[in-house]
């Protein structure tokens, strides 16, 4: 279709003038919804028509429009917080700073775009065509219900609803696979709707934070959103000041709550999942241009399936920016037909993105292009398009933005890191105990499951790991023949190297084996699906019985239990003892590990937010582990270092509250530290009893209660 600009810059300045009444005017609904897809979307797609980058698919341009929208309000953003301060405004940040900065930038983009950008472009109509769709209504319109389904259930906390919910997600996969109930056309939209689906009916399932990152990322964020200012200052913890390094956590969701007027908790429970959800269609993207659309199709169900994509990715928001800017990335790295020089930009504002966004991700992707360039230089390797200049540019923003906005706290976790793993190579080599459990576990070298059915759900696992294998070698043997891009292959074996690292060497895993074997998983998903088939096909092959539809269904097979094992199904209908899904079997999951591993009650933060507003800043506060790290940090929005963690030789409390949760008063248990290999350790409240005998009880709501020391008056 031909897309006149002219047209194409009315319909983003009627979309500006509908975002602006909203705003002004606070209209409930249309201010949230007119305001994301006005943010989310329109800078974007007017800076892609400055570099005229007209000719890409839909996919594509939805991608990189919210690619360039995200990256461009940070850096708006950052760009107010650093100079408006010096004009006087104070508070940067607030809504009316907001609107009407971005209001100026786009319209000046808008004016860039009519002077500089081609006059008409064609965009391709739809994803999906006409007679692909009229064929397929009904298909179409039970993808489309999938999302309300899942908040559906998720808000009613229904678990009947929510595993309705999961059957009609495993038929679709299976028809999408088996038949043509699903054509190819369908494949994009399929994906894009499990995607949000799968990470609502965790999201939404309670209307609190739950995790361990997402209350320190909240904590960061309400730093800047009381101030409506940035302060790129060091914060009393490490953890803390990396976090505060990350615009994707501090900015981003100030600009998104104060112009939605969105709640910080729901933005990370519902903004960001949607923002997040893309992701999984850059994968098909990335996938099918390396192999056939059914193989993409269920490469990325692969990838969706993980337990880590729908459950702890929910716990630690910040990754999921980075992780977009990630995969723009290695869409752009293999992209054919844009040329250098809008590749460049592309590559420079993503970057930028990424090393904003998430630090650890950026380092990833640091390893990766480092890779594919020496091992091409090493190869003499032609027409490899990750170059000296690429590499050096990407080292140069992220090493200038973590010198400059984290006072090198970034740097200081990576040289402490570096410095236990060399120092620990040659002595802790042979010692698994040096190695995390998940790592042991992983090769088959962990402790026992925690029932028959987690048994299974580790076998099942295992099968997947040995496909990964099979296909990532079957590839390589056969690379000279394979269609699949260069860059391609050596990602695949950077990926599976950097899991080997995990494996062999002693403490290599700085943020957690689960987490890396996921990412690894966006690059070698396609492999988990072509080394099933291969294995299956030799096995069949023995007894002369090869057919496509015998080896797809096999995989298929295996492919479908993994879903359900990882999204915590089957341990849901079989009454596992230990169930996975806190959006499924909450109602039955042991109340101690419940409320250590993820939950908050309401009561808790109402405790917590009393406490915050009654205490004398002056003075400690005495908690469990789980209670300082959570609830006090961020719904309190109490400082790391006024509480201290209670211990069962604490002798006494002077001048201090101690602040006790659910856990505490009910099930009289406190958390005093974490081991990975053994989980949070805990002591019997009663070993602690002398210690109340010197306090008052100044606040009970059942659940929650607060002590102060009698010496304050």
Not at 237 to 253: D, K, R, V
Not at 370 to 398: D, E, G, H, M, Q
Not at 577 to 594: E, G, I
Not at 614 to 634: E, F, G
Request: proline fraction near 4%; aromatic fraction near 14%.
């Amino acid at each position: 279709m031909i897309v006149f600009l002219k047209r194409f810059l009315e319909f983003v300045l009627a979309m500006q003038i509908a975002m602006c009444f909203a705003v002004v005017l606070d209209i409930p609904i249309a201010r949230q919804i007119i305001g994301f897809v006005f943010l989310s979307f329109i800078p974007g797609m007017v800076f892609l028509r400055i570099v005229k980058l007209n000719r890409l698919s839909i996919m594509e341009t939805i991608l990189f429009s919210v690619g360039f929208s995200i990256a461009l309000l940070m850096f708006v953003g950052l760009l107010m917080n650093e100079l408006y301060p010096l004009i006087g405004i104070l508070k940067p940040l607030s809504i009316h700073p907001l609107l009407i900065t971005i209001s100026i930038f786009v319209l000046t983009l808008c004016a860039i775009s009519y002077r500089f950008g081609e006059k008409n472009f064609s965009i391709p109509c739809t994803i999906i065509s006409n007679r692909n769709l009229l064929s397929s209504r009904s298909t179409a319109l039970l993808l489309v219900c999938l999302p309300f389904l899942s908040i559906l259930g998720a808000l009613l906390v229904n678990h009947l609803i929510l595993l309705l919910l999961v059957v009609l997600i495993s038929i679709l996969v299976i028809l999408g696979a088996l038949s043509e109930r699903i054509p190819a056309d369908l494949y994009p939209l399929a994906i894009l709707v499990i995607a949000i689906a799968l990470l609502f009916h965790e999201s939404l399932t309670s209307p609190h934070l739950y995790g361990v990152d997402i209350h320190f990322e909240y904590y960061v964020f309400n730093l800047v959103k009381n101030d409506s200012l940035w302060k790129n200052v060091s914060l009393p913890t490490l953890q803390l000041s990396t976090f505060n390094a990350m615009l994707s956590i501090t900015i981003l969701p100030t600009l998104y709550s104060n112009l939605l007027n969105m709640p910080g908790v729901w933005l990370f429970k519902i903004i960001y999942p949607l923002i997040f959800s893309l992701v999984p269609l850059g994968l098909y993207q990335i996938y099918q241009k390396q192999m056939g659309k059914r193989t993409a199709f269920l490469s990325t169900f692969f990838f969706m399936s993980f337990s880590f994509f729908h459950r702890e990715h929910l716990m630690i928001v910040r990754q999921m920016i980075g992780e977009l800017f990630f995969v723009l990335m290695i869409l752009l790295l293999l992209d054919k037909k844009i040329d250098s020089f809008r590749k460049n930009v592309l590559f420079t504002v993503f970057g930028m993105g990424l090393v904003v966004s998430h630090y650890a991700v950026s380092y990833l992707y640091m390893f990766f292009i480092s890779f594919i360039w020496l091992i091409s230089i090493l190869t003499s390797t032609k027409k490899i398009r990750v170059t000296a200049t690429t590499i050096t540019l990407f080292f140069t923003i992220a090493f200038s933005w973590y010198i400059y906005a984290s006072a090198s706290s970034i740097f200081e976790a990576a040289v402490s890191w570096g410095n236990h793993v060399l120092t620990t190579f040659s002595t802790d080599l042979f010692n698994p105990l040096s190695r995390e459990s998940a790592v042991l576990i992983g090769i088959g070298m962990g402790g026992p499951a925690e029932s028959v059915g987690h048994e299974i759900g580790r076998l099942i696992h295992y099968v997947t790991e040995l496909f990964i294998v099979i296909g990532v070698i079957d590839t390589l043997w056969k690379r000279k023949k394979s269609r699949y891009d260069q860059e391609y292959i050596l990602l695949s074996v950077a990926s599976m190297l950097l899991l080997l690292m995990n494996i062999v060497i002693p403490y290599f895993t700085a943020i957690g084996m689960t987490r890396i074997y996921y990412l690894s998983s966006a690059i070698l998903a396609p492999f988990c699906i072509i080394g099933g088939e291969k294995a299956l096909r030799y096995i069949l092959s023995v007894f002369g019985k090869v057919s496509r539809a015998n080896v797809k269904t096999p995989v298929l097979t295996v492919l479908m239990l993994y879903f359900l094992i990882n999204i915590g199904f089957i341990y849901e209908i079989t009454g596992d003892p230990a169930p996975s899904s806190f959006a499924l079997s909450m109602y039955r999951m042991d109340r101690v590990k419940f409320y250590n591993d993820k939950y908050s009650s309401d009561y808790e933060i109402c405790g917590a937010r009393w406490l915050a507003r009654v205490r004398d800043p002056s003075t400690t506060i005495y908690a469990d582990l789980i209670a300082k790290d959570r609830v006090l940090a961020s719904y309190g929005m109490i400082p790391q270092q006024d509480i201290l963690v209670l211990f069962n030789n604490t002798e006494r409390i002077y001048k201090g509250y101690i602040y006790l949760r659910s856990v505490n008063t009910i099930d009289g248990k406190m958390v005093y530290r974490y081991i990975p290999e053994k989980g949070y350790e805990m002591f019997d409240i009663s070993e602690i009893s002398y210690l109340f005998d010197h306090m008052n009880k100044i606040y009970s709501n059942g659940e929650s209660d607060i002590y102060k020391d009698w010496n304050q008056g």
